[in-house]
């Protein structure tokens, strides 16, 4: 009986567990035991896999905690935990069977204390200075009168309210607002995607490309503004090539944003003022360089004026300047008859004298001679050589004339194309075209009508359709006519 009663082999009947069994009991009693939980610690080794998964580990000064964070908790981070940083995560304690570790799955991380923020926002600040972000030679310089001006901040805050009022009161100008969140973990990516979204505007598009970028945000303590020390805003900032001021802030506060900005201004009011000169100083200054302008003119004219009388006390009478010409013309007008008489003698004397020389027995010799020298060259010519040349010439003739014929022929048919691709371009960007879409033209009294207060001010008009023109405005029945052949391309369509 005792047999059948005692266990020979002790633990003989314990229960047997299989390994994927225990690692899930184990997951369930500490998934049980702890639920959501927060550590702190400094941040140990960081490792981002190819997936997108971020694995770093947490400790103090005797144990490491591994740490896990998904691909798609990274976006809600409002801090990425970065190695020697003392921070606080939050998440789930969970096991991993396969190899028999357990680890903490966080979804929210923050710096642990102030001074490690401050810590933080060194070793950030060394990093990007290193990188040359901060150099002056790279800093772009504002334009003086921008025509837009884009403002990325919360159009709910004063912020904005402060800076519309003072462009209006200085320099009124069209301002673009994108907003965004100015503290919490959007703020960052936000104020990024604005920066880039503005560079990324085109002149002449729909939406107006801004001259000028001013990234606003009002005062706060060191965590409200930290969105503006994140490294994705800071290289934002520097690579915008629209000028950028920062105005984060009060004026004690500083944030990375900055450092790499083209300007910054200590308040958001003051960075309205470094946007845009003040237009009652600009319209006195432009008044007061005309007036000297003004002066500047007259003063020359007169200084000219009693220049050119002071000269002209040292010139001569002009009475007296044409005495001595006028005794020279008379002294040559009584030698001129004389000359001319003594000039008719002397050629008559000449013609006698060469004259004599002359017989007809000379001048019949030379004949003579001229007419044997004749016969000998007549007798050397030959009409052959003449015909031949005249013949190859006459070919010659020939083929230009066919190579001319096909030239001027191939030239007009491409002229011909060419007009007719010409014509066809006329009638696709003709204003009849648009006409056909629905649009008219509007004329008064022969001239073109584009606005409102234009039409106003005329009592008839005459609008242009595509299959006439209709007159408004007159007695009786208005009367369609087909529009005139020689009508503009251009005018008010509608």
């Known amino acids: 009986m005792s047999d059948l009663l005692d266990d020979p082999i002790p633990g003989q009947n314990t229960p047997e567990y299989t390994v994927s069994e225990i690692s899930g009991e184990v997951k369930r009693t500490l998934e049980g035991s702890f639920g959501r939980i927060r550590v702190r610690g400094e941040v140990g080794r960081v490792f981002k896999a190819r997936s997108g998964h971020l694995y770093y580990d947490i400790k103090d000064d005797r144990n490491v905690l591994s740490c896990t964070t998904w691909k798609g908790q990274i976006s809600g981070l409002s801090v990425v935990p970065e190695e020697g940083l003392e921070v606080i995560v939050t998440g789930r304690l969970t096991a991993f069977g396969a190899q028999s570790k357990y680890n903490l799955n966080v979804d929210e991380v923050s710096v642990a204390g102030q001074g490690a923020l401050m810590a933080l926002l060194e070793k950030r600040k060394k990093q990007l200075e290193a990188e040359g972000l901060f150099a002056p030679e790279r800093k772009k310089p504002l334009p003086y009168l921008p025509q837009i001006i884009g403002v990325v901040t919360s159009p709910s805050g004063a912020v904005i309210r402060d800076i519309l009022h003072r462009l209006r009161d200085r320099f009124p100008r069209k301002v673009l607002i994108w907003p965004v969140a100015v503290q919490g973990a959007n703020c960052a990516p936000e104020v990024a995607r604005a920066i880039d979204g503005f560079n990324q505007l085109r002149p002449g598009g729909a939406l107006p490309r801004p001259d000028l970028i001013i990234v606003a945000r009002g005062g706060g303590s060191i965590e409200d503004l930290w969105g503006f020390n994140e490294e994705v805003v ?9 000028p950028l001021i920062s105005a984060v802030g009060h004026e004690t506060d500083t944030t990375l944003i900055d450092y790499v900005s083209d300007r910054r201004a200590p308040t958001p009011t003051a960075a309205a003022e470094l946007a845009v000169p003040v237009r009652m100083e600009l319209l006195a200054w432009t008044g007061e360089q ?106 010659s003739l020939a083929r230009l004339g066919d190579r001319m014929s096909t030239a001027q022929t191939t030239r007009l048919d491409r002229l011909q194309q060419l007009l007719e691709s010409t014509d066809r371009l006329r009638e696709t960007l003709s204003y009849k075209a648009t006409l056909e879409r629905g649009y008219a033209v509007v004329r008064a009294d022969g001239d073109l009508i584009t606005t409102k207060a234009q039409a106003a001010k005329h009592s008839a008009l005459e609008i242009e359709f595509t299959d006439g023109i209709l007159s408004t405005g007159t007695v009786g029945k208005p009367t369609p006519r087909k529009p005139k052949p020689d009508a503009p391309d251009q005018g008010s369509l509608f």
């Open 234 to 242: 800071a290289r934002a900032a520097a690579t915008s090539d629209i």
């Open 290 to 395: 005309g007036a000297r302008l003004s002066r500047a003119a007259t003063d020359s004219v007169q200084r000219r004026t009693q220049r050119l009388r002071d000269l002209s006390r040292a010139l001569p009478r002009p009475d007296t300047l044409l005495n001595t010409p006028r005794q020279r013309l008379d002294l040559i007008a009584d030698r001129l008859t004389p000359a001319l008489t003594r000039g008719v003698q002397n050629r008559r004397l000449q013609v006698v004298e060469m004259s004599a020389h002359l017989r007809p027995s000379t001048l019949r010799s030379l004949v003579t001679t001229r007419q044997e020298s004749l016969r000998n060259l007549s007798s050397r010519l030959s009409l052959r050589p003449i015909q031949r040349e005249i013949s190859q010439q006459q070919q």
